[in-house]
């Protein structure tokens, strides 16, 4: 693996790579996202993408807090990161956050942040359509891939397509839940439900989300989120499926064919 | 001047009456909120009014309900031909005004009504029996018990009994177009009321068909009118209000949440940036988001007013879905009835305060939004946008329940217990779990070629 720069370490005076990586709490802290993480710089670097990252001056974009309705804890989080992403003349960023993505696009720039953002399934598909990407194949064949589709990604910012190309690239057979694209149905972490148990019901969401997905006997649930990841590998784990259905972030199922 | 002339003009005053004191009600109502900024361009707001609300974009995508809703519709949006000229007939004293004037077209539209009105019927009785025989989920949930049914059932047979009017009216008048041309004039065949008249009242006298076809105008033109002063009361305001439902509504991208400058400037001024726009902070304790139908924007406000209850957005809630006491539609409601009992109330409730040598004045009856939802209900909710894709008519229920959040953490310091820990966490680290480890600390296990 080649060296991975940090903006403030490696060009504490400017300059540095027109890319930056936003790797997020989950990319950073969750020991399951932290695969996501380097399978996405595996990639990067395998495509030749110049890149950086924050490092230790990326703080959490505040996503949580400001759905849960903390609004000073956003705007403290907020101002920060512009602060730093400003300071560095940030004017690219790729993450593997639907939540960190959409803050990023949609909500930063009212507070004077304003960069060109991308998703790293748009990143991925976009690499894998223009050939900079070259995948072996044959790793998934004949197996069956359901895409689940985050709320933030999804209805969020409609993106549909670009996830689904990357399954198309691979060998195995994309097939679509009942409720999938702009019916897709939530997980249960959004809104900072994340962090505090269900409210009162008769089942939890990632429940419900699994069996629909466990209906199409398949071999790979495929998502785009760190919070999806760990919903939908929960729920599996609640039907003693976790053997038999694996769940992956689409850049997992890339670097497996590398 | 002829005694159902002036019954007539006597009624319609009346009715413009009391419907000038009942919409311009609503129209206050909907003033309390805050205005709206109408963020993006006209083009697409009024692009959104003719491919949403009318055309019935975001309807089709459930198909059958669709249908049976275009049928309705369709027939609602032609039969004010006849309407206008029910209301010129019955202001002037003329009879069937329209028909020397339209010629040959007159047939053509008036068969279109018919047609169309019988689609309506079949399309208004399979409702009923979506409603009341198959009992779907969405009509079923608690927040639709009482009222909200009945509301809907009343609207449905008053379609009924307009139809019926319309049959009655023109199929009487068909058969005296034959008996009396010279008080009759000719409308051509009229394909469905003449079976409808032939089979129901053929062979009747004369004078008992003058009287049945009177009986048909004015069933016609009082379900009309009823219907009309029914429509502040009831769900079905949104054969009005979807129109400037889908213009108002909002048009950034739906994971957007708003922005509050206020406290944004707090923020900068506490961290050494300069205020944004050099506002002053100010020094008495500011409340934050939403308590109270005041303090919601005046579309969200037109939007309960909007909502006919259909229910799709409760259907696809993943909270709801897992029986959660959330329901998006009930939101929605609950914001109505608030809104309506603060406009009750308004005058008997108002306080005066002396602020800076100024005179203000504010509403406080002791109630809030939150004596109708609960901190359950909002706490529950995903932020999946399910609701607000769903919505035929662009509501946004998610919008209202975030802005309920911010006042049930900012303002109340209230919230679930879990958040707490979540908050200080990400106040004091940056990071939205309590951990030992550094944010970089994944990339020391990396094998970098040196």
């Known amino acids: 693996m080649k060296k991975l720069f940090v903006l403030s370490k490696d060009f504490p005076n400017g300059g540095g790579p027109e890319l930056l990586f936003w790797v ?79 803050v990023l696009k949609h909500e930063y720039p009212p507070l004077g942040g304003h960069y060109e953002v991308m998703h790293h399934t748009q990143l991925l598909a976009s690499l894998l359509q223009e050939g900079k990407l070259q995948i072996e194949g044959g790793r998934f064949d004949g197996q069956v891939i359901t895409y689940h589709d985050s709320c933030y990604l999804g209805r969020a910012n409609d993106v549909y397509e670009a996830p689904r190309s990357i399954v198309n690239h691979l060998d195995g057979a994309l097939v679509e839940m009942k409720r999938s694209g702009s019916k897709g149905l939530c997980c249960g972490a959004g809104g900072a439900q994340m962090f505090k148990e269900d409210e009162p019901g008769s089942k939890r969401i990632n429940a419900e989300r699994t069996e629909e997905a466990l209906e199409l006997n398949p071999d790979v649930i495929a998502v785009n989120c760190p919070f999806c990841l760990t919903m939908m590998t929960d729920g599996l784990a609640e039907k003693d499926k976790q053997e038999k259905v694996m769940v992956y972030d689409l850049s997992e199922l890339i670097v497996k064919q590398l | 001047m002829a005694i159902q002339q002036i019954i007539f003009i006597g009624l319609l005053a009346v009715v413009i009456w009391l419907a000038s004191r009942s919409y311009g009600q609503i129209l206050r109502n909907i003033r309390l909120g805050k205005p709206s900024k109408l963020e993006g361009e006209r083009m697409v707001r009024l692009r959104n009014v003719a491919l949403i609300a009318f055309g019935q974009q975001k309807m089709f995508k459930r198909i059958i309900p669709a249908l049976l809703h275009l049928c309705v519709y369709v027939a609602f949006i032609f039969t004010q031909i006849e309407l206008i000229e029910i209301i010129i007939d019955g202001s002037i004293g003329s009879h069937r005004l329209f028909a020397p004037l339209l010629g040959g077209s007159y047939t053509i539209v008036i068969n279109t009504i018919e047609v169309l009105s019988i689609l309506a019927l079949v399309a208004t009785l399979l409702f009923l029996w979506r409603r009341n025989i198959m009992r779907l989920t969405r009509f079923e949930k608690p927040e639709m018990a009482g009222w909200p049914k009945n509301d809907a059932n009343i609207i449905l047979l008053g379609e009924i009994v307009l139809i019926i009017g319309i049959f009655m009216m023109n199929g009487a008048d068909g058969l005296l177009q034959a008996l009396r041309p010279s008080e009759y004039p000719a409308t051509g065949t009229l394909w469905l009321s003449s079976v409808f008249a032939n089979s129901f009242f053929g062979g009747v006298e004369v004078s008992t068909l003058i009287i049945i076809e009177r009986i048909g105008w004015w069933l016609h033109i009082l379900a009309v009118f009823g219907f009309f002063l029914y429509l502040p009361i009831s769900k079905h305001l949104h054969i009005l209000l979807g129109f400037p439902n889908t213009y108002f509504a909002r048009n950034t991208p739906k994971g957007m949440m708003s922005n509050m400058p206020e406290v944004m400037n707090e923020v900068r001024s506490m961290m050494g940036l300069d205020p944004d726009n050099g506002s002053d902070v100010s020094a008495e304790i500011p409340e934050f988001g939403a308590k109270d139908i005041v303090d919601l924007d005046q579309r969200h406000l037109l939007a309960a007013y909007s909502c006919t209850e259909c229910g799709r957005c409760t259907s696809v809630c993943p909270a709801n879905l897992t029986g959660k006491k959330l329901s998006p539609r009930k939101i929605m409601m609950d914001v109505r009835d608030r809104m309506e009992e603060v406009g009750d109330k308004w005058s008997d409730h108002l306080i005066e305060e002396k602020s800076n040598g100024k005179v203000e004045r504010r509403f406080d009856d002791g109630r809030s939004l939150f004596d109708y939802i609960s901190a359950e209900e909002i706490n529950a909710c995903t932020s999946c946008n399910a609701c607000v894709e769903a919505c035929p008519l662009l509501i946004n229920p998610l919008d209202i329940i975030l802005e309920l959040r911010r006042y049930e953490i900012l303002t109340r310091a209230a919230g679930p217990a879990e958040w707490m820990p979540m908050f200080t966490t990400l106040e004091n680290s940056g990071a939205v779990w309590q951990v030992a480890a550094e944010r970089d600390d994944w990339t020391n296990d990396l094998k970098v070629e040196r």
């Open chain 1, 24 to 102: 997020g709490c989950a990319g950073s802290f969750d020991p399951r996202a932290q695969k996501v993480t380097k399978a996405f710089v595996q990639i990067l670097q395998a495509a030749q993408v110049e890149f950086a990252i924050l490092g230790n001056e990326e703080q959490c974009t505040g996503d949580p807090a400001r759905r849960a309705g903390n609004e000073f804890v956003f705007q403290m989080l907020a101002l920060q990161n512009i602060e730093t992403l400003n300071m560095h003349k940030v004017k690219k960023i790729v993450t593997t956050c639907p939540h960190c993505f959409n």
